[in-house]
Nanobody
Framework: QVQLVESGGGLVQPGGSLRLSCAAS????????MGWYHQAPGKQRELVAT???????NYADSVKGRFTISKDNAKNTVYLQMDSLKPEDTAVYYC?????????WGQGTQVTVSS
């Protein structure tokens, strides 16, 4: 069984930065991609950024130029560096892993951008 544990969320002022981490544990024998999604109150869960096993990245238009996704293969960890944060970035951020023929989700970490 694969488990994903997110960390790094919190309260930050507009224009500030946060770095989210997602550590994957368990038996991962065919990793396809890892990524981050977010869900604001009353809205659907949406893609933020993904990174494949070969390092290809994809970003939502709303975060391009502000967020950077990266990974540490040795630690099975994916990171999301979030800069120039805006109030509209406020949401629960979920880590997702695609591998072993299925999709796994973390429990989420709250990010609040407010003055």
């Amino acid at each position: 069984q694969v488990q994903l544990v997110e960390s790094g969320g919190g309260l930050v002022q507009p224009g500030g930065s946060l770095r989210l981490s997602c550590a994957a544990s368990g038996s991962i024998f065919s990793l396809i991609a890892m990524g981050w999604y977010h869900q604001a109150p009353g809205k659907q869960r949406e893609l933020v950024a993904t990174i494949t096993s070969t390092g290809s990245t994809n970003y939502a238009d709303s975060v391009k130029g502000r967020f950077t996704i990266s990974k540490d293969n040795a630690k099975n960890t994916v990171y999301l560096q979030m800069d120039s944060l805006k109030p509209e970035d406020t949401a629960v951020y979920y880590c997702r892993l695609v591998g072993n023929g299925r999709v796994y989700w973390g429990q989420g970490t709250q990010v609040t951008v407010s003055s």
